[in-house]
Every structure is written in C-alpha cells, then in structure tokens.
C-alpha cells in the first residue's frame, strides 16, 4: 500500500481518514499540523507541517493529502499546498468509493471527492478542489482550481466556477451558467445568472452582498 500523510487535524481530516480506509490502498503514516492535536481516529501525530521535508527522506514515494477543510475561498489551501510541492511528495487524487464518478471525468491532483458525491461525465475537476458530501457536479461542468462544492450543492450542466470559489452548503448553480474567480455562494442560494465580480452571493437569485 501507498504511504500517505494527512496535512491538517480537523474535522474534513477525519472524514478523508475514514475514506482512506475504505479504500483499503493507502497506509495512513500519521498527519501533521500546526500543533499537536492528538489521536485523531486512531491515526497519530507525526509532527508540525514543516516535518514533511524528513518524512519525505525516509519514506520512498510518500504521498500526502491536503486533508484541511475550506470555509470560504480556497486561497489558503492554495497557499498551503504552495510551500509543499518543492518537497518530493505526491498529491494523488481521492475519491470515496461511496462516489459517483461516471465516464469522461477529469480529476486534478489533490483533489477530494466525498461520500455520497455525484460527478458526471464530461466534468474537470480542478487541481485541489472539493466535491463535498451528497453534492452533484452534472455533465461538462469545470471547476477551477481549489474551488469548493459544499455538502448539497447541485452544480447543473455546463456550468463553469472558477479558481478559489465557493458553493456553499445546499447552493444551486443553474445550467450554462459562469461564477467566476473569488465568488463565495451562500448556503441555499440559487445562482440564476453568470457571476463576474468576486464576492459573497446570497438568496434566490443569488445577489451581491459583499465585494
């Protein structure tokens, strides 16, 4: 099996922890963080984040997954993963086997596919992106780049989101639509129009609150 590290001790930790081992093709080493946080789920602390460069010395082809959540935009998971990919470590995909993920999908490295997902056929999946618990991302869609697809969001066909946005919990993206770069939608928004200007959307149709 495939060493791997989880880089971050919370709760999105937790539930790739139990993916993990569902899969049943990674040996979880431990996780670091930026402090102890303890046994999380039977998995240890192996030290703070800047370990890794040892870790990655002794352990051949170590792997690691970026296993910190996103509540907002996805700069710092960005920034985070910037000062980690001079190491020699990889940032394989993962996906639940839980999800769906039919023909045609492309999935970037370090992204993370939850239980209960549905991803369709034609769909990009970003470098670093989210596809949380019970969402869907329909046919054709593009996610950029450390986007976030909340638990419960509905991302209908043809949609395009771009890099660091986010669907919040229960949000729904209309067909053919675009939310661009820098856009935060609000729990149980419903996105009726293309969103150019980042910033926070609310309500039904969704609306600029904040820039």
């Given at each position: 099996?495939?060493?791997?590290?989880?880089?971050?001790?919370?709760?999105?930790?937790?539930?790739?922890?139990?993916?993990?081992?569902?899969?049943d093709r990674f040996d979880?080493?431990?996780?670091?963080?930026?402090?102890?946080?303890?046994?999380?789920?039977?998995?240890?602390?192996?030290?703070?984040?800047?370990?890794?460069?040892?870790?990655?010395?002794?352990?051949?082809?170590?792997?690691?997954?970026?296993a910190v959540g996103q509540?907002?935009?996805?700069?710092?998971?960005?920034?985070?993963?910037?000062?980690?990919?001079?190491?020699?470590?990889?940032?394989?995909?993962?996906?639940?086997?839980?999800?769906?993920?039919?023909?045609?999908?492309?999935?970037?490295?370090?992204?993370?596919?939850?239980?209960?997902?549905?991803?369709?056929?034609?769909?990009?999946?970003?470098?670093?992106?989210?596809?949380?618990?019970?969402?869907t991302v329909e046919h054709?869609?593009?996610?950029?780049?450390?986007?976030?697809?909340?638990?419960?969001?509905?991302?209908?066909?043809?949609?395009?989101?771009?890099?660091?946005?986010?669907?919040?919990?229960?949000?729904?993206?209309?067909?053919?639509?675009?939310?661009?770069?820098?856009?935060?939608?609000?729990?149980?928004?419903?996105?009726?129009?293309?969103?150019?200007?980042?910033?926070?959307?609310?309500?039904?149709?969704?609306?600029?609150?904040?820039?």
């Amino acid at each position: 099996m495939n060493p791997i590290v989880l880089i971050g001790a919370g709760g999105h930790a937790k539930v790739i922890v139990s993916i993990l081992r569902k899969l049943d093709r990674f040996d979880i080493l431990g996780y670091t963080a930026l402090e102890n946080r303890g046994d999380l789920m039977g998995v240890p602390f192996l030290g703070l984040d800047g370990d890794l460069a040892e870790l990655a010395d002794q352990h051949k082809n170590l792997t690691a997954v970026l296993a910190v959540g996103q509540v907002g935009l996805g700069n710092f998971r960005f920034s985070l993963w910037e000062k980690l990919r001079a190491l020699s470590i990889s940032f394989p995909s993962i996906v639940s086997p839980n999800a769906v993920v039919n023909e045609a999908v492309s999935l970037g490295e370090s992204a993370v596919v939850m239980d209960g997902a549905i991803i369709n056929s034609g769909a990009s999946i970003g470098r670093g992106a989210i596809v949380n618990t019970n969402s869907t991302v329909e046919h054709d869609v593009t996610l950029g780049d450390w986007v976030h697809v909340a638990s419960g969001a509905t991302i209908s066909g043809g949609v395009t989101i771009g890099r660091f946005s986010m669907i919040g919990a229960g949000a729904t993206v209309i067909e053919g639509k675009t939310v661009g770069s820098g856009c935060l939608i609000g729990a149980g928004a419903t996105v009726t129009r293309d969103l150019s200007e980042p910033g926070v959307y609310v309500g039904c149709p969704a609306r600029l609150i904040k820039s």
